[in-house]
Nanobody
Framework: QVQLVESGGGLVQAGGSLRLSCAASGSIVSIDNMGWYRQAPGKQRELVARISSGGRTYYADSVKGRFTISSVNAKKTVYLQMNSLKPEDTAVYYC?????????WGQGTQVTVSS
């Protein structure tokens, strides 16, 4: 059984920073990739950033230059450093891990950016 536990969400003013963490546990042999998605009220869940086991990263255009994804494979942990936050970044952020072509999701953590 694979479990993902996110932490680090909260309330911050526009221009501020937050760091999200996601720790995976369970019988994981090797990680294909880990990533962060977000879902704002009334909107579809969208990919924010992703990192492969080899360190290749992808960012949504809306967060490029502001967010940084990193991981420690040995610890099965992924981070999302979010700087220069904007009100439109407000959403529930979900961690996602892909292992053996199967995707696992965390429970989500709320990020609220006030103007």
């Amino acid at each position: 059984q694979v479990q993902l536990v996110e932490s680090g969400g909260g309330l911050v003013q526009a221009g501020g920073s937050l760091r999200l963490s996601c720790a995976a546990s369970g019988s994981i042999v090797s990680i294909d990739n880990m990533g962060w998605y977000r879902q704002a009220p009334g909107k579809q869940r969208e990919l924010v950033a992703r990192i492969s086991s080899g360190g290749r990263t992808y960012y949504a255009d809306s967060v490029k230059g502001r967010f940084t994804i990193s991981s420690v494979n040995a610890k099965k942990t992924v981070y999302l450093q979010m700087n220069s936050l904007k009100p439109e970044d407000t959403a529930v952020y979900y961690c996602r891990l892909v292992w053996a072509s199967v995707a696992y999701w965390g429970q989500g953590t709320q990020v609220t950016v006030s103007s």
